[in-house]
Nanobody, 125 residues
Framework: QVQLVESGGGLVQPGGSLRLSCAASGRIFSINTMAWYRQAPGKQRELVAAITRGSSTNYADSVKGRFTISRDNAKNTLYLQMNSLKPEDTAVYYC???????????????????WGQGTQVTVSS
């Protein structure tokens, strides 16, 4: 079974920084695109940033120049460095990954998306 576990959220003042991590574990064959999403109260979940296995990235306009997404393929881990945080960045942040997992023996399933449980980020003075 594949799991994604986020960490690194918390309370920070405006202008501060946080670094989120997302570790994938389980019977993983390969991980393709990984991404961070966020959902603020009363709003739809939105894409924050995504990164391919080859490290091509894209960002939401609202976080460009402030957030940096990266990954360590050897550790199956995704990161999000968040700088110059604003109150409007307050949300639950979710990790998403497109993963091919082993099912039984040497059989590899088709890729599917997996989600982490989310980590709360609160930006407030």
């Amino acid at each position: 079974q594949v799991q994604l576990v986020e960490s690194g959220g918390g309370l920070v003042q405006p202008g501060g920084s946080l670094r989120l991590s997302c570790a994938a574990s389980g019977r993983i064959f390969s991980i393709n695109t990984m991404a961070w999403y966020r959902q603020a109260p009363g709003k739809q979940r939105e894409l924050v940033a995504a990164i391919t296995r080859g490290s091509s990235t894209n960002y939401a306009d609202s976080v460009k120049g402030r957030f940096t997404i990266s990954r360590d393929n050897a550790k199956n881990t995704l990161y999000l460095q968040m700088n110059s945080l604003k109150p409007e960045d307050t949300a639950v942040y979710y990790c998403n990954a497109d993963i091919r997992a082993y099912t039984s023996g040497a059989y590899v399933a088709a890729p599917r998306g997996y989600w982490g449980q989310g980590t709360q980020v609160t930006v407030s003075s």
